[in-house]
Nanobody, 114 residues
Framework: QVQLVESGGGLVQAGGSLRLSCAAS????????MGWYRQAPGKQRELVAF???????NYADSVKGRFTISRDNTKNSVYLQMNSLKPEDTAVYYC????????WGQGTQVTVSS
């Protein structure tokens, strides 16, 4: 079965950095687009970034220039390097793969203090 397991969240001061990881299993990772979403308290879940099987990336305007998504097909993993973090980046971050249906990880909390 498809599994996505995020890690790397935590508490960081504004201006700091975190690197999120998502370990995937149960599907052919290298052939699929992977994405990161986030959901802040009281807000809708929003797309942060995605990376295609060919390495094309796209980012939400709010994170462009600060976040970098990458993948390692040898490790079936996708990463989100987050730099220059702001309090408004505080959210639960989710890894997603869209197959016949969407599969989500359990999420990892990122808290940025001012």
């Amino acid at each position: 079965q498809v599994q996505l397991v995020e890690s790397g969240g935590g508490l960081v001061q504004a201006g700091g950095s975190l690197r999120l990881s998502c370990a995937a299993s149960g599907f052919i990772f290298s052939l699929n687009t992977m994405g990161w979403y986030r959901q802040a308290p009281g807000k809708q879940r929003e797309l942060v970034a995605f990376i295609t099987s060919g390495g094309f990336t796209n980012y939400a305007d709010s994170v462009k220039g600060r976040f970098t998504i990458s993948r390692d097909n040898t490790k079936n993993s996708v990463y989100l390097q987050m730099n220059s973090l702001k309090p408004e980046d505080t959210a639960v971050y989710y890894c997603i793969v869209r197959l016949a249906t969407d599969y989500w990880g359990q999420g990892t909390q990122v808290t940025v203090s001012s």
